[in-house]
């Protein structure tokens, strides 16, 4: 049996920067594990693959944990199975990665308890078979994605800080979220290389003042953000294709002050700090 916790990320910067000819967007983008994480447990059995789940929309062949365990055992030709069961934390559809950080402890999970038939670039391969920002998550920490979103560099590590994660809308589709950005008129504009230099030179300040979203110009969350920018933090901007925006403090107390005046105000919220990992086995 393994225990395994799949943490959360955030996009600390998001650039979008062309389009293939599949389709698919290109992106730069920074990305930040944090400690907001789902629990998942590994129990191997004879043969096939069984789903226990805390939510009730995961379970079957169509959940994402089912999908990297099927595509494990396919590719590694090994003949065993093995049992899931998922606790939920993390928020679904919220611009986390909660089921892509699920995806990517399974792959690592089933990794090591079959004695690690792939190498880690290997199952970055397998990865991105489940999705575009899965890769990420078997590298974790602050990481320079790219492409779309499978190219992952290694960065510096975040300077300590303390994040708050606030979510009151509805997930809108991705696709819905990227036809909008490329109508907009009023495009955001985001400095990548300024977001690497704070980084790289362990500048919090230089960091949040880079810290943004292209998918910023899809979303009017006005309530969230006021409430985050009330309490002063460094920075406010929006994960992923939202609809989670988070705000980036030096000082937990206040973080934590914001996080119940969210609360209050029946807004899902969390005080989390920033991991050097996403996949962390227990």
């Keep these: 049996m393994l225990k395994i916790k799949a943490c959360a990320k955030i996009n600390l910067s998001l650039e979008i920067t062309g389009l293939r000819n599949d389709g698919y967007h290109l992106i730069n983008s920074v990305m930040q594990s944090v400690d907001l994480c789902d629990e998942i447990i590994l129990k191997p059995i004879d043969c096939g693959v069984k789903i226990n789940s805390s939510c009730v929309y995961l379970g079957n062949e169509e959940d994402i944990c089912y999908k990297a365990a099927a595509l494990f055992f396919e590719k590694s030709n090994i003949d065993g199975g093995v049992e899931i069961s998922v606790t939920k934390n993390i928020p679904l559809s919220a611009g986390l990665g909660g089921g892509s950080a699920d995806a990517a402890a399974v792959l690592l999970g089933l990794n090591k308890l079959y004695n690690s038939p792939f190498v ?17 998550f078997l590298y974790g920490g602050t990481v320079l994605a790219s492409g779309i979103g499978e190219i992952c560099e290694k960065t510096a590590d975040l300077p300590k800080c303390f994040i708050v994660l606030a979510k009151r809308e509805q997930k809108k589709s991705t696709k819905y979220m990227y036809s909008v950005i490329d109508n907009t008129d009023k495009p955001i504009f985001v400095d990548t290389a300024n977001m690497l230099l704070g980084i790289n030179n362990c500048d919090l300040s230089l960091i949040a003042e880079n810290c943004a979203n292209a998918f910023s110009a899809a979303w009017d969350d006005k309530i969230t953000t006021d409430i985050l920018k009330s309490f002063k933090p460094l920075c406010v901007s929006l994960s992923g294709s939202g609809p989670t925006h988070f705000a980036i403090f030096n000082d937990k107390s206040v973080a934590q002050e914001c996080v119940e005046s969210l609360l209050k105000e029946n807004i899902e919220a969390f005080l989390t700090h920033p991991t050097p990992n996403a996949i962390i086995f227990e």
């Design 120 to 136: 880690l670039d290997d199952l970055a391969k397998l990865a991105l078979c489940l999705g575009a920002d899965v890769p990420y």
